[in-house]
């Protein structure tokens, strides 16, 4: 048997273990992982020089196409992702105006069109009239994710409604019936955010601490308290968002003793950075926002301790005004670096271990939103979204496109992609830094039940 690729001499690792040898691709796929001397002849072969691969980054939280153009997003923001190693992402979508089963059917194919990576949906539910929407979703565009919002007052700058408690409930209600069903939630709220807002305007204050200051973590861990509490009663899968609060993982944890199926995502930011750094103004403005030093080591113990399930960027390309921070849309942009920045903070800085970060960052979303062992793992069968890392190269970050805003710009990091396929193919090489990104190949990968069963039988 000829194959496509393979990779040898690699250090194999992703969420169940690590082993040393080679890893074999053909027609996208996985065909077989062992020892370097069993491996059948190849088109291609790469000497990985003892470095490590791992399942590609799957990222289950950001937003394209919001301030920006959507193709223009999907362009510009896949070929930032595949430099970070990152093979899939998922979009909390939008609906304002009409249905989303023609909605999906457009980004659908204007997102193939245009995107060098894999990509999926989740919808949020923004108008009453969505939740009767559910059945027609996901019997005609597989989206089984549903996202509801808080802490959002009438009127601010980014157009999204906040979910009152009653269509929280009702999509839980309804996603509970579902067999990939879930449901996640921003949690903060909203009624609590909007009186401390004006609070806190009312004092003349602009700075980026104010707004943090303005919506105290207590309103976050009031609202995951209650939207556990909701998913006990409905027995609806629960996804807490972008969790800023270092009590979130422990209230999860609390409640999954119980038997509540609760998940906790965090986000780099969080991990890496405070409402308090000097060299921070109003256009690191994040909702939730970024914290203190307190919480966030807090979520650290979560993310060495299990407590967190999850990573996702929250990435959003904005344009930001230079104004007071009350003025700022709220959102920053991290696919190229959450890899580097995790490889450096939390393995090589806090001694996660590699296969800890795959379990976060590829096997438990995978799992979580219904793609896993496609997506997600190294396992004969699976889809070959790969990445090569060298654990010791240091470079410095870079905004290379200048869309939306870096957090990072100059930080020296230790940990970096140099390689990423997507289904076999290469998408970054850094050998090749100049080449042109791969754009339209990336598929769909939240489809119709027919069409992945289709897809699941083609991969055996």
Not at 99 to 116: C, D, I, K
Not at 167 to 183: I, T
Not at 288 to 317: A, C, F, K, S, Y
Not at 328 to 335: A, I, L, M
């Amino acid at each position: 048997m000829n194959v496509d690729l393979i990779i040898r001499n690699a250090r194999l690792v992703d969420h169940s273990g690590e082993q040393h040898g080679s890893i074999a691709i053909a027609n996208g796929r996985i065909v077989a992982i062992g020892a370097d001397e069993t491996m059948p002849d190849a088109e291609r072969v790469i000497d990985a020089g003892g470095k490590v691969v791992m399942p590609g980054v799957i990222d289950p939280h950001c937003h394209l196409g919001v301030d920006y153009d959507y193709d223009e997003d999907m362009r510009t923001e896949t070929a930032a992702a595949a430099r970070g190693g990152v093979t899939t992402i998922l979009l909390f979508a939008r609906s304002m105006n009409g249905p989303y089963v023609p909605f999906y059917r457009e980004r659908r194919a204007r997102g193939e069109a245009a995107s060098v990576i894999d990509f999926g949906f989740h919808f949020g539910i923004q108008r009453e009239e969505h939740l009767d929407e559910i059945d027609d979703i996901v019997e005609h565009t597989g989206v089984q994710s549903f996202k509801c919002h808080m802490g959002y007052e009438p009127g601010n700058s980014i157009g999204i409604n906040s979910s009152p408690d009653s269509w929280v409930f009702a999509a839980m209600q309804k996603a509970a019936k579902l067999p990939r069903g879930v449901v996640s939630v921003h949690c903060e709220n909203t009624d609590l955010v909007g009186l401390l807002k004006k609070q806190m305007i009312a004092t003349g204050r602009e700075d980026l601490a104010a707004y943090t200051e303005s919506r105290p973590v207590y309103v976050e861990e009031e609202a995951i308290a209650r939207m556990i509490r909701f998913s006990e009663v409905t027995g609806c899968p629960l996804y807490v968002v972008h969790t800023t609060a270092a009590n979130g993982p422990r209230m999860a944890a609390e409640a999954r003793n119980r038997g509540v199926d609760v998940t906790i995502e965090t986000c780099p930011h969080y991990l890496t950075r405070t409402a308090y750094d000097e060299d921070l103004g109003p256009t690191a403005r994040i909702s939730p926002p970024l914290r203190d030093r307190e919480q966030l080591e807090g979520l650290w113990e979560g993310m060495l301790n299990g407590q967190i399930g999850t990573l996702g960027t929250d990435h959003v390309p904005f344009r930001k005004n230079g104004g007071p921070v009350w003025t700022e849309k709220p959102g920053v942009v991290s696919f190229a670096w959450e890899l580097p920045l995790m490889l450096h903070f939390a393995v090589n800085e806090r001694g996660m271990s590699l296969s800890r970060l795959s379990e976060l960052n590829a096997a438990n979303p995978a799992k979580q939103f219904g793609l896993f062992p496609q997506k997600g793992s190294l396992s004969v069968g699976a889809d070959a979204d790969l990445v090569l890392i060298d654990l010791d190269l240091e470079q410095e970050v870079t905004h290379e496109s200048g869309k939306g805003t870096c957090l990072y710009e100059g930080w020296k990091l230790r940990g970096w992609p140099v390689l990423t396929l997507s289904r076999g193919e290469v998408v970054f090489d850094a050998d090749e830094p100049a080449s042109e990104p791969k754009y339209g190949r990336g598929q769909c990968v939240t489809v119709p039940d027919a069409e992945r069963e289709a897809r699941l039988a083609a991969a055996g």
